[in-house]
């Protein structure tokens, strides 16, 4: 079961996705298109390994087809609806 910290939300995504482009949080909107703010694949593999450390079930290929933080966001409460069933 994953602690507190290790809880993946959206803000923890945002804040993510800027440490890895090396910029604010606050620049990161939700529709924004990741790949446009130079988010490749290598730095994305990165986010679904931390993000899955949550006990997520989170794989590459489901966000790979998504550019925004809000559709990523979307997959990630599905996952996460799924495991509370």
């Known amino acids: 079961m994953a602690t507190t910290h ?44 931390a993000w899955g450390s949550t006990g997520l079930p989170l794989e590459f290929s489901q966000l790979a087809e998504y550019s925004t933080l809000r559709q990523w966001w979307a997959v990630v409460q599905k996952l996460q609806a799924a495991q509370q069933a």
Do not use: H
């Open 6 to 49: 290790d809880v993946l939300d959206l803000e923890r995504m945002r804040a993510d996705v800027a440490r890895v482009l090396d910029c604010a949080p606050a620049d990161i909107g939700d529709d924004d298109n990741l790949i446009d703010l130079d988010l490749d694949s290598m730095r994305m593999l990165g986010l679904v390994l």
